[in-house]
């Protein structure tokens, strides 16, 4: 899952930044209106963080602006303004949900999940590709009833391979959705984690899950 931050309080937008990733949340970061808006256009994001004080565009210009463009990533408004009449006007403009700071990083990770979960139709909870398993509530993962631990990376690798099982992802397919913008697509960590995941996936297996086809990617299938 990929999330931007639109955040021009650098402390509040690197603490969140640094919580996400520890989560296993892909991160970009914007610090006022205008680049927000240009990182939100320009990339498919699950979900997209706003402050409502920002420079250049505010938040609830940049919201509707969003909204009117087509943009379809949810929003979850932050602000210091916690009157009934600003969440009012923030839910209106178009955003999903909406937290006062200051808040609780747990709180917010909740009401990501609860977006998120709301995204996927409320009814998808579970991957599953032959005898491998991935609980997306618990983020457990299990081949034919063995829990296999994995890192937050690895794990939103190997979430991102499920839930394109059967489709050939190119090494940019996946810089773009389980890493940050700044990733730097001419290094080799892809096919490091891609191997990683092998090892804890497929080792001692007769049946290999994740594949190589040369030139073009990887697939996860049976």
Known sequence: ????????????????????????????????????HFLAKTNNYDLILLD??????????LCGQLKKEGVSSPIIMLTAKDTVKDKVVGLDTGADDYLTKPFAFEELLARIRVILRKKESGTVTKLQVGDLELDLLTHKVAR??????????????????????????????????????DFDTFTNVIDVYINYLRKKVDSGFSKKLIHTIRGRGYILKE
């Open 52 to 61: 409502l004080m920002l420079p250049k565009i505010d938040g609830l210009s």
């Open 144 to 181: 034919s009833g063995k829990e296999i631990s994995l890192t937050a990376k690895e794990y939103s690798l190997l979430e991102y391979l499920m839930r394109n099982a059967g489709t050939v992802v190119s090494r940019t397919m996946i810089s773009e959705h389980v890493w940050d913008i």
């Open 1 to 36: 899952m990929r999330i931007l931050i639109i955040e021009d309080e650098r402390k509040i937008a690197d603490f969140i930044k640094r919580g996400l990733k520890e989560e296993g949340y892909a991160v970009d970061l914007a610090h006022d209106g205008e680049q927000g």
